[in-house]
């Protein structure tokens, strides 16, 4: 599998050039807490909290966070993975690169199609949120205002990313403001004690109390761990970080701990500060924010909401780009398709790549959100299942030797992942199992007619030269 792993330039020997013959590369433009603020962003921990969450409570009730604590659990064996095999192999392309260096080029290619669902889903899933956080001004259609904020993100993705990761950061600042004010809220209004967390209670038919499920909560797990999913942003960013071999791992394990407080507690608090079953189930946080404190106070949390929406947007079409970018520099298509997606723009982004990400995602936003939730479930924990895969390999051979961050308790941790993951998969519905399965379907035949019949020639997964020595 050495012919996957080669610096860009034996690569790439024809893929969008520059003036001096050698191709367009990301420029290496933000430290630590540039990319530790877009990663943030694109976790969007608020806007989550507001758009994602109130799914849970309406399946889990007091369950809720419970599962996102699970979740969160196993999101620190993910993040490990992640920053083992991204200071490993520091590429744009994220899972795809990792997972092809170790485990091959069609396992990579695999989880290539699987992250390009993720990267393709959340962002309408989260921009569709919008309408109902800016109703108290204004009322919008919630498929219309989805895909405003997609456009929206899209020319703003743009921009320099260095001007991106501090409009993002003020956009986090403001989120984080709003998490808190409903934590604080919750917390003050309490009307259950902290064994509520464990009770497993949500609201049923008729106005009794059914009982949640320990099936039901390993079957939520699937989107407890899509809540944090955002940590991976690092990775995709890798390029463009200063001192890769350092700051992947350092971005990826500090967002993972910042992102679960900032969900975790104001679940908790508003677990415990419902009025009753029946509001904690309906998941109108904005609603008990209100009832909590006064209409002033709401408005302003929804409103923070509404742009955290709209960070997210623009932190994910940066991501997402980032990713058919490095597809395309890596021959994952005919010539002509990697010659547009792998050109930069003028403010050093790939511009094409950028308007493939949120023009779709735009019209994503009409599509029916119970199928995009699912499907991205599935994926996800696909995905995560396949880099777990990646982590176990990760010490064999001249990669042993390679300079790396090493997560502890390998390989004991990446195998108890793939278990407990391949049992999440295994409890989801059929319905998302087999959308997800028919794609991927598709998309092995397109490896096996198109790709690998010209091995040579096509998916030559690459590292930046500059990292490599």
Known sequence: MTDTLRPVEQ??????????????????????????????????PASTLFVVVPDLFSSLGTATALTIAIGSLLCIAVAFCYSELGTLIPSAGG?????????GRLAGWLVFVLSLLVVMIVPPVIAMGTAD?????VHLNPSMAGAGVMLLATLAGLLDLRANAWITGVFLVLEVIAAAVVAVLGFTHSQRGVGSLTSMQVAGSGGHTDTVTAMLVVSGLAIALFITQGFSTAVYLSEELENPRRNVA?????????????????VVAITM??????????????????????SAVGTFVS??????????????????????????????????????LSRLGRFGSPWVATLLVGVPGALLCFVNLDTLYGVTGVSVTAMYLLVAVAALLARRGQHR?????????????????????????SQQEMTYLLWTGGITAVATLYWAFYLRPRRETRWLV????????
């Not at 899972?95 to 485990?103: I, L, N, P």
């Open 11 to 44: 690569a790439l020997p024809d893929a969008a050039p520059t003036a001096s013959g050698s191709p367009q590369k990301l420029k290496r433009s933000i430290g630590i807490v540039g990319g530790t603020l877009l990663t943030l962003s694109c976790v969007t």
């Open 95 to 103: 899972e795809y690169a990792m997972v092809s260096t170790m485990a």
């Open 133 to 137: 956080y800016l109703a108290p001004i």
């Open 250 to 266: 350092r971005t990826v394990l500090a967002t993972l701990a910042i992102s679960t407080v900032i969900i975790l507690v104001p």
């Open 273 to 294: 500060g419902a009025s009753d079953l029946s509001t904690l189930t309906g998941g109108d946080i904005s609603s008990m924010v209100t009832a909590w404190s006064n």
């Open 303 to 340: 409103l923070c909401v509404a742009l955290a929406i709209i960070n997210a947007g623009i932190v994910m079409v940066i991501q997402n780009s980032r990713v058919l970018f490095a597809s395309a520099r890596d021959k994952a298509w005919p010539e002509p398709i990697n010659q547009s």
């Open 401 to 425: 030797h390679t300079p790396a961050w090493r997560m502890p308790l390998w390989p004991a941790m990446p195998v108890l992942l793939i278990a407990v993951l391949a049992y999440i998969l």
């Open 462 to 469: 690459s590292i930046p030269e500059d990292v490599q020595a």
